[in-house]
């Protein structure tokens, strides 16, 4: 979808946000680009558990294994997304969630919608 076209990657904070995502791949909407988006799109998790649940449901290039926190991957998604154009994330967070990443979105001047 043009939505996506403009996005450099997806950031899911939790593997309970994954919920939420699997509702959406399952929406008529994304069917026309669901595999495109499962099999290329740059996805990042907080953390090992947070990608096992985002290949579980389907997604082939997720990075963030080695990270354990957010202020952990945070480096590794700017240092991706400053290579891109465009550099855009898509930030899918709870409620609960810190603002650590966005904060360091911030400072490094790395555009999201969350």
Known sequence: SQYMANLAAM???SSRSC????WALSQE???????????????????PKT???LRELGFKNVQGDHTGSA????????E???QCSPSTVLFL?????LDILPNLFAEAALPFES
């Open 29 to 47: 909407s994304v069917q026309g680009v669901r595999e495109a988006l499962l099999e290329n799109f740059p996805v990042f998790g907080v953390g």
């Open 80 to 82: 991706f997304c400053q």
């Open 51 to 53: 990608c096992k649940a």
């Open 71 to 78: 202020a952990a991957l945070g480096p590794v998604i700017i």
């Open 19 to 22: 919920e939420s995502l699997k």
């Open 11 to 13: 950031v899911i904070t």
């Open 93 to 97: 967070r709870g409620d609960k969630a």
